[in-house]
């Protein structure tokens, strides 16, 4: 096997779980961050103490704050930093840059600047073409714990998915690929809208049928507002959709799901944000997308409830009226043909 040189971009939590992945696959891993203290800290005692405290990390992984040579020595940069400094951290590395190099984003958000996905990001800044994505239901701290794993490489380049491929895959994670790079993108931002509703549903005691339904439905809608903007709704079906969904609606690991049970507990928003101390991507997503969603016209009751919930100062009773008395109509809107009819 080819040995690669990798930069991960950022110290957070999911980047320092990929980078132990890769480093322990006998790749050379160097792993950018702005914090000195923290490089000490991983350089010296092989522990990122604030966002991965359980997890020993290799020893050969390299933890570093120049960003200059992490790139110049890799073909393949991993960007794990939080959609709001997204582009920022990108613009750095613009210069480095060459047509050769891999991209791969890790990222499960919106700019918020502008709407546009993080690959589109990349994609605007930077000479390389080659540019992946990679989401799934990929909860940090599982991963760091060498529990079984599965996510999935977006990517419309071969050359993008098998190197991840070569990198990532371990016995205790599997990687899947898809072409469909806008669906898997935009099923790992929008779940996590849900993840929030989720946690919010829990912290209020309902059953299962209500959990059940509050799930699906919620894949309904982020399927309905995918394939507006090009996904394949069958990318729905996969670890980066049905997954993910599963695996953050339902786990107090995922910090939108306890920004959720956090406010369904009964503290305001900025109280649930600053619980947390880590980024909960799906409050900027819920803005950009409902933004969206009201200029194209898309039918979104589950997200638009929320926004007014969390926004506009509206009543527990206004999300649960927004699920409760809208439009009912097709369970799974892509197969209403008569075709798919068989009695
Ligand atoms: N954690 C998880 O389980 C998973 C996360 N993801 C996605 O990965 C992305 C990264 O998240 P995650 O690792 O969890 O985030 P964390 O909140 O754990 O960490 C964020 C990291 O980004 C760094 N950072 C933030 N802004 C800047 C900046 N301007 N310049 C340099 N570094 C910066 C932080 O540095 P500092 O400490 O100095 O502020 C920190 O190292 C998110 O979008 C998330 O959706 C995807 C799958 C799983
Ligand atoms: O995306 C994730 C797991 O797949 C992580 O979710 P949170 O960002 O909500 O922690």
Redesign the pocket.
Known sequence: MMKHSVCVL??????TALANIMVKNGHQVSQW???EE?VEEINLTGLNS??LPDAPLHRELLATSNLEQAIRDSDTVFV??????FE??VQRIEPLLTADKILIS????FNPNRFELMSDVLRRNSVTQKIGVLSGP????EIAAGQMTGTVIASANDQVRQRAIELLKSPSFRVYENRDSTGVELAGALKNIYAIVCGLAKALNVGENTMSMIMTRSLAEMSRFAVHFGANPMTFLGLAGMGDLIATCTSPLSRNYRVGFAIGSGQNLDEAIGGIG??A?GVNTLKMVVDEAKKHGLYMPLAEGLSKLLFEGAKLESLIGSMMTGEQKWDVEFATSEENSNV
């Open positions: 950022g110290g957070g939590s999911f980047g961050m702005r914090n923290q604030r966002y794990s930093i939080p959609s709001k400094s920022q951290v890790t990222t499960k958000g990929n909860l940090a701290k880590e980024v991507e």
